[in-house]
C-alpha cells in the first residue's frame, strides 16, 4: 500500500467475486463529495477498474465505463461535481500529473486514481486508500486506510 500519512482507521473486507467489488465501489460512493480522493491500488486484474465502475454507476448514473489505461483520465458528471477516474500506469513523471490537471481536479471533484504508486511524491495523501489483493479462486481482499474525512464513512461500509 502506498505509504502515506493516514489515521488509524482502517477495515478489510473480503470481496467473494467481481460482483462484491463493485458493490463496494457503490458502498464508497454514498456521501461523496467535492475533493475526496480515493487511491486504487492491487496489481493487474485485481479489481481497481470494477471497483470504480461500481463507484461511478451509482454517482454518474452511467453504465458504460472504460477503463482509462488507454486515455489515462475519462471524467463523469455527477449532480455537484465531477469525478475523475485517471490510470497513472503508463505515467512516468510528476509534470505529467499537472499537464492533465490532477492537482486541480483533487480540490474540486472526487478523484478515482488506479496505480497511484507510480506518482506518489507528485500526489500527496489521499483520503482513502483501497488496496486489493487476490485470495482464493475469483476472491479479493480489501484493505482500507482511511484520512480523517474519510474515517466515519468507512465504520458504515
Known amino acids: 500500500m502506498v505509504q502515506t500519512q493516514m489515521s488509524d482507521a482502517k477495515r478489510v473486507i473480503p470481496l467473494a467475486d467481481p460482483a462484491a467489488t463493485a458493490a463496494l465501489g457503490r458502498a464508497l460512493a454514498k456521501g461523496l463529495k ?91 495523501p489521499p483520503g482513502l486508500a483501497v488496496e486489493l489483493k487476490q485470495e482464493g479462486v475469483g476472491g479479493r481482499v480489501a484493505y482500507l486506510q482511511a484520512g480523517p474525512e474519510w474515517e466515519d464513512r468507512i465504520v458504515a461500509i
Open 34 to 124: 467535492p475533493g475526496d480522493v480515493i487511491f486504487l491500488q492491487g496489481e493487474l486484474g485485481a479489481g481497481k477498474t470494477t471497483l470504480a465502475r461500481g463507484l461511478i454507476e451509482v454517482v454518474a448514473g452511467v453504465t458504460e465505463i472504460p477503463s482509462p489505461t488507454y486515455n489515462i483520465v475519462q471524467i463523469y458528471q455527477a449532480p455537484g461535481f465531477d469525478v475523475w477516474h485517471v490510470d497513472l500506469y503508463r505515467l512516468k513523471a510528476a509534470d505529467e500529473v499537472f499537464e492533465l490537471g490532477l492537482d486541480d481536479a483533487f480540490r474540486s471533484a472526487v478523484c478515482l486514481v488506479e496505480w497511484p504508486e507510480r506518482l506518489q511524491d507528485a500526489l500527496g
